[in-house]
């Protein structure tokens, strides 16, 4: 099982503060089936700057570690994004790392209240650019979920998105957990990844959001999310469904 968004490294973001800890969630990662990590630090929000070199340089420790430790999971490079209007400025300079360095999947951040006005013509900028934008947890932001249909035009016109195992399993909430089940449905959702932190609150959830998903969508659902993952890791095409407009949400009000 591949896992294409989490934070294992230590001390680089809000993942792991200590080599230990992330030592113990890549024990976790295994323990569920794991076998492949893209681990994917934060980078140009507020908080953390993790520049492409740093990561390349912390991955290729980390994995020395898991090895030394005899922890059986291979782990790739990749950032989460946080979009910003000279994105493309920065990709041309060589400053953003893309899933497994060499692929054209960018996970892509938005802020947690709104989508920036710029999204559309960023995302129109990347595909010209032979790059393929996976929003990551959409069922989070707040714009979205009271106006699904920002959503569906980004995946209309390219996008694909990520959705996390643990508010598919309803640890956000019930409510956000209907909100990914409105976006399974409806074609809204490419991969489903653990945004995985830590041993406790944010694990990763992964065999469960994927037997979730089995019991309310059927086999070929869930399959083909994990196809999804798989195309992705060996560079190949993720083509989405066509997808459907969902209603709006304004009676979620979850903020």
């Given at each position: 099982?591949?896992?294409?968004?989490?934070?294992?490294?230590?001390?680089?973001?809000?993942?792991?503060?200590?080599?230990?800890?992330?030592?113990?969630?890549?024990?976790?990662?295994?323990?569920?089936?794991?076998?492949?990590?893209?681990?994917?630090?934060?980078h140009l929000n507020p908080q953390f700057e993790n520049p492409?070199?740093?990561?390349?340089?912390?991955?290729?420790?980390?994995?020395?570690?898991?090895?030394?430790?005899?922890?059986?999971?291979?782990?790739?490079?990749?950032?989460?994004?946080?979009?910003?209007?000279?994105?493309?400025?920065?990709?041309?300079?060589?400053?953003?790392?893309?899933?497994?360095?060499?692929?054209?999947?960018?996970?892509?951040?938005?802020?947690?209240?709104?989508?920036?006005?710029?999204?559309?013509?960023?995302?129109?900028?990347?595909?010209?650019?032979?790059?393929?934008?996976?929003?990551?947890?959409?069922?989070?932001?707040?714009?979205?979920?009271?106006?699904?249909?920002?959503?569906?035009?980004?995946?209309?016109?390219?996008?694909?998105?990520?959705?996390?195992?643990s508010s598919v399993c309803g640890y956000a909430g019930k409510?956000?957990?209907?909100?990914?089940?409105?976006?399974?449905?409806?074609?809204?959702?490419?991969?489903?990844?653990?945004?995985?932190?830590?041993?406790?609150?944010?694990?990763?959830?992964?065999?469960?959001?994927?037997?979730?998903?089995e019991q309310k969508f059927g086999m070929y659902k869930k399959?083909?999310?994990?196809?999804?993952?798989?195309?992705?890791?060996?560079?190949?095409?993720?083509?989405?469904?066509?997808?459907?407009?969902?209603?709006?949400?304004?009676?979620?009000?979850?903020?």
């Amino acid at each position: 099982m591949i896992d294409i968004h989490n934070h294992l490294l230590p001390n680089i973001d809000d993942g792991p503060s200590s080599l230990y800890e992330s030592l113990s969630l890549a024990t976790d990662a295994v323990n569920m089936g794991i076998n492949t990590v893209y681990v994917t630090p934060h980078h140009l929000n507020p908080q953390f700057e993790n520049p492409k070199d740093k990561i390349l340089k912390e991955i290729e420790m980390f994995q020395i570690h898991l090895e030394n430790e005899q922890i059986p999971l291979t782990v790739r490079p990749g950032q989460e994004v946080r979009i910003v209007g000279d994105l493309i400025e920065r990709i041309d300079r060589d400053e953003i790392l893309f899933l497994n360095n060499k692929s054209s999947y960018l996970l892509l951040e938005f802020p947690s209240n709104n989508v920036p006005r710029f999204t559309s013509k960023i995302v129109f900028e990347l595909q010209v650019n032979n790059h393929r934008p996976i929003i990551a947890h959409p069922e989070r932001n707040k714009d979205i979920i009271q106006d699904p249909s920002k959503l569906y035009q980004l995946v209309k016109n390219g996008a694909l998105t990520q959705l996390t195992a643990s508010s598919v399993c309803g640890y956000a909430g019930k409510k956000i957990q209907k909100f990914c089940f409105k976006l399974i449905e409806s074609n809204l959702a490419h991969f489903i990844a653990s945004d995985a932190h830590n041993s406790n609150s944010r694990s990763f959830n992964l065999p469960e959001a994927y037997s979730l998903i089995e019991q309310k969508f059927g086999m070929y659902k869930k399959e083909e999310l994990i196809e999804n993952a798989n195309l992705l890791h060996n560079s190949e095409l993720v083509v989405g469904n066509i997808p459907e407009k969902v209603a709006s949400n304004k009676f979620f009000n979850l903020f």
